[in-house]
Antibody, heavy 125, light 110 residues
Framework: QVTLRESGPALVKPTQTLTLTCTFS??????????VSWIRQPPGKALEWLAR???????YYSTSLKTRLTISKDTSKNQVVLTMTDIDPVDTATYFC?????????????????WGQGTLVTVSS | QSVLTQPPSASGTPGQRVTISCSGS????????VNWYQQLPGTAPKLLIY???QRPSGVPDRFSGSKSGTSASLAISGLQSEDEADYFC???????????FGGGTQLTVL
């Protein structure tokens, strides 16, 4: 059974750096084709894809946020970490991580299954 | 403003058929397969349809997907009260080199 769980601070001050961790089980990021993405959702709003890391350490970032994001993996711990710099109140959202498979559409990933439960991050002074 | 355009709301009565549209462009829907997600209140999104029209195991056949050109649709037949949720489309965008989501459609079962 594949599961993912997000963790991180519930409250962050503006201008700080946010670090989120996705801990997963049931698969390995050393397995060819495995990918993990971060996706966020401000309260009452739409989903927004943020970043993705692949088994071969290829990384993809949202065009609008890429100067602020860094995604990395620790395969020994089955974890994917996302850091977001210069946090602002508009970054208040539930942050999800989700698994995907590179080979299902030649790397052009839009299928995420499963998702973690999400972690709510509030940005406020 | 989302790259993919969905109607913000849709509604139907139990037993009816409802469709939700997702409009994109040649760099996303026109080139790649579309996926649909259902998000029940207070929960994480769940994969509903993948590769334009495929249902994961466990998803009722009341849910179906289709695509034509740069638009896709999700159809729900035999509407049930438990279908009341938000629905999002998602697809890879070749120009942005990333995944894009629709703005979401809130479905109300009257």
């Amino acid at each position: 059974q594949v599961t993912l769980r997000e963790s991180g601070p519930a409250l962050v001050k503006p201008t700080q750096t946010l670090t989120l961790t996705c801990t997963f089980s049931g698969f390995s990021l050393t397995t060819s084709g495995m990918c993990v993405s971060w996706i966020r959702q401000p309260p009452g709003k739409a989903l927004e894809w943020l970043a993705r890391i692949d088994w071969d350490d290829d990384k993809y970032y949202s065009t609008s946020l890429k100067t602020r994001l860094t995604i990395s993996k620790d395969t020994s711990k089955n974890q994917v970490v996302l850091t977001m710099t210069d946090i602002d109140p508009v970054d208040t959202a539930t942050y999800f991580c989700a698994r995907s498979n590179f080979f299902e559409n030649s790397g052009r990933v839009g299928r995420f299954d499963p998702w973690g439960q999400g972690t709510l991050v509030t940005v406020s002074s | 403003q989302s790259v993919l355009t969905q109607p913000p709301s849709a509604s139907g009565t139990p037993g009816q058929r409802v469709t939700i549209s997702c409009s994109g462009s040649s760099s996303n829907i026109g080139s790649n397969t579309v996926n649909w997600y259902q998000q029940l209140p207070g929960t994480a999104p769940k994969l509903l349809i993948y590769s334009d029209n495929q249902r994961p195991s466990g998803v009722p056949d009341r849910f179906s997907g289709s695509k034509s050109g740069t638009s896709a649709s999700l159809a729900i037949s035999g509407l049930q009260s438990e279908d009341e949720a938000d629905y999002f489309c998602a697809v890879w965008d070749n120009s942005l080199t990333g995944t894009v989501f629709g703005g979401g459609t809130q479905l109300t079962v009257l």
